[in-house]
């Protein structure tokens, strides 16, 4: 049998599905009608989001960390959306303590964080810390691949679904399964 | 039990220093899960799948552990011991 086989793209484009799942995880999924997968999606990646918050305090989101693993950890998590931008905020306006230092012949240092008595939260260490960092960073991760599922969408994956397979039995294989039956 | 009572989320971290390892299970099972809904083809094998991978990564992630550690306390000793 001859299929009428037309060449189609191995995905499509969707703009606003990709901005969609970068402002929110499984949001883009949403916008594409793919529930189950959108809910899947906002469970898996907010789920680790919070788990490393919940894990290592709101210090393992800083964007101005005096630490230089955490300051790099914010480019993976920036993946999760605004949230983490939100949490970095948060972080940074109502509970990161600094304390001014001054330097030699009346000069001023950079400020450093406060000493844990003076702070308004307790800063994770060790590897507790590291293992909340762990978690936001691969949440941002998983909402890059997310948002490039969503942007790029498997068109053959949706097609393949609609398009029932067809049955192409011919005279052979009609004698063939009249034989083995 | 009293750290416990004191903790207040978000604020505090969580005082798990000494089973911090358990903290690989659910890392392992909230990957897969977001994971997997980006990437199986049928969403009726999305558990399957789902736990499929995270028992992968678990198990996995013990044998890289306890290979590491035959390599570090049994095998460096014997190739480079340390001089007295």
Known sequence: ?181 | MTHLLAYRPLIDPLDLHEVWFLLLIPLALFVSIAYKAVRVDDMKTFWPAALWMAAQIVVGMIALGTAFFVVIEWLVPIIAPTPM
């Open chain 1, 1 to 181: 049998m001859v299929q009428n086989e037309k060449p189609h793209p191995e995905t499509g484009f969707d703009p606003i599905a990709g901005v969609l799942a970068l402002s929110l995880p499984g949001a883009g999924h949403l916008a594409q009608r793919k529930y189950k997968r959108a809910i899947f999606i906002a469970i898996g990646i907010l789920g680790l989001y919070l788990g490393g918050l919940l894990i290592g305090g709101l210090s393992v989101v800083d964007r101005k960390s005096p630490r230089s693993e955490t300051r790099i950890s914010f480019i993976a998590q920036a993946f999760v959306g605004p949230i983490a931008f939100l949490t970095d905020y948060v972080h940074q306006t109502q509970f990161k303590t600094t304390v001014q230092r001054s330097g030699p012949r009346g000069g001023t240092l950079p400020p450093v964080i406060a000493p844990p008595g003076q702070n308004r939260m307790n800063l994770s260490l060790g590897k507790v810390n590291e293992i909340g960092v762990l978690y936001t960073v691969i949440a941002g991760m998983l909402n890059f691949i997310a948002f490039l599922d969503a942007l790029l969408p498997s068109v053959r994956r949706e097609q393949k679904k609609e398009e029932e397979p067809i049955r192409t039995t011919g005279a052979l294989d009609a004698v063939l399964e009249k034989g083995a039956s």
